[in-house]
């Protein structure tokens, strides 16, 4: 009996050596998903931060046209208040869009201010990134990108107090 024993000492540690690193892979793979999901939100809920900021001061006159410089430079001062040191990273585009007219009153033009955020996040588990990352995969990052729209908010020439 000894001597059958004595053959198999080493069968669990081999069996241990050659399942252990998928086991530590699919675990890696779960928390990214993770980490992901949670970066993810962020994007979205700052894409939809940024649009509001946008939406409220791209118009500086009733019934006017909104202007992307006013929007892009509030909202540009909201991420660094956001993001601070991170702020640089995160890329954030802003595009007003025509929509239509109003039937009712031609001069009054409806427009959406569009935000784009890109918000790269740093893989933190190893093995990742070989297919979870964005392009170049070695760099270990996985761009997430969320977009917004929203409508521009403008009071009508016509409510304008008369001067």
Request: proline content about 5%.
């Amino acid at each position: 009996m000894k001597l059958f024993r004595r053959e198999r000492e080493g069968q669990v540690t081999v069996e241990l050596m050659l399942i252990l690193p998928v086991l530590m892979l699919m675990i890696f793979f779960i928390l990214e998903y993770g980490n992901i999901a949670y970066h993810t939100i962020i994007a979205n809920h700052a894409s939809y931060e940024f649009a509001r900021i946008g939406a409220l001061v791209a118009a500086n006159r009733p019934s006017g046209k909104a202007n992307s410089g006013t929007a892009r430079n509030k909202i540009n001062a909201a991420k660094l208040k956001v993001f601070g040191a991170n702020a640089d990273r995160i890329s954030v585009g802003v595009k007003i869009e025509s929509t239509g007219t109003d039937p009712m009153y031609s001069a009054h033009r409806h427009e959406d201010v569009v935000v784009t955020v890109i918000y790269p996040i740093e893989l933190a588990f190893p093995g990742t990134s070989w297919l979870l990352a964005s392009e170049p995969k070695k760099d270990g990052i996985r761009k997430i990108q969320a977009t917004t729209r929203m409508p521009v908010e403008k009071m009508y020439a016509s409510s304008d107090p008369k001067k």
